[in-house]
């Protein structure tokens, strides 16, 4: 069955780093582009990154444009965040989803989110 396993996420200090994981199963991931949203509380769900299927394309949020890097390693089935210079606005349940349009591999599925919190 389709599993999209995420880690990584935590307490941390502004300034500081995180690199959250997701893990994907049960589906073939290489068709999929993969995206990272996250929503912080009382607001809505926002996307923060986007990465195609072969990864050779990216897009951000502004919000986080410069301080993120979506990358995945089509290999190990995973797609990553990394997270550089966080702000306490970044605080957020982050959510990893996989996403095809494609009629042979039409699909939207999505992880159980990781809390993020910046704060000192």
């Known amino acids: 069955q389709v599993q999209l396993v995420e880690s990584g996420g935590g307490l941390v200090q502004p300034g500081g780093s995180l690199r959250l994981s997701c893990v994907a199963s049960?589906?073939?991931?290489?068709?999929?582009?993969m995206r990272w949203y996250r929503q912080a509380p009382g607001k809505e769900r926002e996307l923060a990154a986007h990465?195609?299927?072969?990864?050779?394309?990216?897009n951000y949020a502004d919000s986080v444009k410069g301080r993120f890097t979506i990358s995945r390693d089509n290999a190990k089935n995973t797609v990553y965040l990394q997270m550089n210079s966080l702000k306490p606005e970044d605080t957020a349940v982050y959510y990893c989803?996989?996403?095809?349009?494609?009629?042979?591999?039409?699909?939207?599925?999505w992880g159980q989110g990781t809390q993020v919190t910046v704060s000192s």
């Open positions: 989803n996989a996403r095809s349009m494609t009629t042979m591999t039409k699909g939207d599925y």
């Open positions: 049960g589906f073939t991931f290489s068709a999929y582009a």
């Open positions: 990465i195609t299927r072969t990864g050779g394309s990216t």
